[in-house]
């Protein structure tokens, strides 16, 4: 008996015909006394009796097998009715539940409760985990970058399809969208302009230029990351020195923007940096790079428990959004690409009641603007409790 259930468990697809199925259970099933072992049986049962309308699904929306297999699981482990299922393939093969009008309000932080109809809530929470860690680039096979959420988005709602190579990871409803889902999200200059290994070829000739008597004690790299601010503005010690250092290091990683522009908004009197500022600044620059090189239309920044999405259209919307945003800016240790990282911050979205139905144009009341909780402090730490060292210990 053990053996079977074993087997039921690690099936992915049933392939059995109806009488091979019947058969094996009614011989097996009288013997069982295992309250697990029924239940093992009853969501592959489950599974058999929703095969074809997964299928014709899946079939129906052009997805490879193994979509198909995901979403078939997930459905039969969440134990849903038969006709519930049914109904909820229907929904999504017509009409969909994704409030699409919704979901592209820019610079508005959505929950979950604003964009899904509410009637087929329970269905979606059912199966969204599985859907957003099981779909993605690795475990579908397909060449390219496929992150996770795309498949996701795109079964809930026929007006979202994945772009296929297009500009943009999905085209929801005429709108190419970069989806930026869980945690870290790079955005930023297309290419390779990392921080790292240029140190004292491209910034170091700056120091000697600006403080030359203290060139010798820039000997580690990190200590000049955006998150030391105080150290920067004491290293650098005037305003006119510290503008020109932060506007060079930000043209190393931003070659075709105007970093001098940023330099003079985030940097005060005394030489003080702004942090609030600076991250505003950055992800404004950030995004300009990013659609620059993507040609998308937006982004759109989803957090991983797939509760809240944010939409961005204009580098200007991006630095509104940026109290809703988590963001790890470029690091002069940091060997991948130096493009900021986003993550949408707990609490962000905007109260709103749940939608019953699916409407495909954004309601008139609400207004395009960032909300949400302060982000994470950039540089608000004074570490500069080792600055300066002595020379022969060749540390800063």
């Known amino acids: ?94 009409d969909g539940i994704i409030n699409t009008g919704v979901l592209l309000t820019p610079g508005v932080p959505h929950s979950i409760d604003s964009i899904i109809d509410s009637n087929y809530r329970s269905e979606f929470d059912a199966i969204k985990g599985d859907l957003y860690t099981q779909l993605g680039g690795k475990h579908t096979g397909e060449k390219g970058s496929v992150g996770n959420g795309e498949f996701l988005l795109s079964i809930m709602s026929p007006k979202i399809n994945r772009s296929g190579g297009g500009a943009g990871d999905l085209d929801i409803d005429g709108t190419t969208v970069e989806l930026k889902a869980g945690k870290n999200g790079r955005i930023g200059p297309e290419g390779t302009q990392q921080l790292y290994g240029r140190f004292k070829r491209e910034f170091l000739p700056v120091i000697e230029k600006l403080v030359p008597e203290k060139a010798s004690l820039a000997t580690n790299p990190a200590d000049f990351n955006l998150t030391r601010l105080p150290f920067f503005t004491e290293f650098f010690e005037t305003e006119h020195n510290v503008k020109e250092a932060l506007s060079h290091m930000l043209k190393m990683i931003y070659p075709d923007y105007d970093t001098r522009s940023i330099a003079d908004i985030v940097v005060g009197g005394g030489g003080v940096i702004n942090k609030d500022e600076l991250k505003s600044e950055m992800l404004k620059a950030s995004y300009s790079s990013y659609q620059k090189a993507k040609g998308f239309d937006g982004i759109m920044i989803m957090n991983a428990d797939v509760t809240t999405f944010l939409y961005i259209n204009t580098p200007e919307q991006m630095a509104k959004a940026a109290s809703s945003l988590g963001a790890i800016l470029p690091r002069w240790e940091d060997k991948q690409s130096d493009s900021i990282k986003v993550s949408l911050l707990k609490g962000s979205a905007i109260p709103a009641e749940p939608i019953p139905a699916v409407i495909n144009e954004p309601p008139d009341n609400i207004q395009a603007s960032a909300g949400g909780v302060a982000a994470e402090p950039l ?18």
């Open 1 to 94: 008996m053990r053996n079977l259930i074993d087997i039921i468990k690690e099936m992915e697809q049933v392939n059995e015909s109806p009488e091979e199925v019947r058969s094996e259970i009614v011989d097996r099933v009288q013997n069982m006394s295992d309250e697990q072992d029924l239940t093992d049986v009853l969501k592959y049962t489950n599974r058999f009796n929703i095969k074809q309308d997964v299928s014709q699904f899946a079939n129906l929306r052009k997805y490879k097998d193994v979509v198909s297999k995901v979403l078939l699981k997930s459905l039969a482990n969440a134990n849903l009715p038969a006709d519930q299922v049914r109904d909820f393939l229907k929904k999504l093969s017509t």
């Open 379 to 396: 540089g608000t730490k004074n570490t500069m409790g080792r600055t300066y060292r002595d020379k022969s210990r060749n540390k800063t």
